[in-house]
């Protein structure tokens, strides 16, 4: 026995923005910088699903996509959050600074500490870089502020789905803070 399943349904990032301007609160959105394992992306979908993100954004090329090991990873979380597919990564986070999301790029080598960055609360795009090379040279140009997760010194990096779902609780965190 066999079993065939229709292909992931994508949402536009269009329509992924325009949902997350017209939400209830501010907007959340993570996007992917070349994230190649597909069980990151289901742990950030996850992750992004469990902190109120709006959805998670991911380039069309040199990106792992929703296959079956990225939904499984979500643990069902991909069935409760859109993702949506950038023909243009740069172009589209260009589009959602314009529409006056704060673009914040994960990396380990900033003097930035994520929770110094300042108003975490406001609209905000996550941008997570690649497991190895981390983000790429337009997309960290592109961000409005670079910051790092502080960690011990005897270990290199985190894994990028970990990495995320620390960011996205610091932001949560701070969202919170600010409501009381």
Not at 5 to 22: G, K
Not at 68 to 95: C, E, F, Q
Request: glycine share 8%; proline share 5%.
């Amino acid at each position: 026995m066999a079993l065939q399943l229709p292909a992931f349904a994508y949402a536009h990032p269009d329509d992924l923005l325009a949902s997350a301007l017209d939400s209830d609160h501010e907007p959340l959105i993570v996007a992917l910088d070349s994230i190649t394992d597909p069980r990151n992306l289901g742990a950030i979908v996850r992750s992004a699903a469990a902190f109120g993100g709006h959805g998670v954004l991911i380039p069309e090329r040199r990106s792992a996509g929703m296959t079956a090991a990225a939904w499984k990873t979500s643990a069902g979380a991909a069935a409760h959050i859109p993702i949506a597919r950038a023909t243009n990564l740069n172009r589209t986070l260009r589009t959602y600074a314009d529409a006056g999301l704060t673009l914040i790029g994960l990396d380990g080598n900033s003097t930035t500490s994520l929770h110094d960055v300042p108003d975490l609360s406001g609209p905000v795009v996550l941008v997570v870089g690649s497991e190895g090379a981390g983000l790429s040279r337009l997309v960290r140009e592109a961000c409005d502020y670079l910051a790092a997760i502080p960690i011990s010194k005897s270990v290199e990096s985190l894994n990028a789905g970990v990495a995320a779902g620390i960011a996205l609780y610091e932001i949560s965190r701070q969202r919170a803070q600010r409501l009381d």
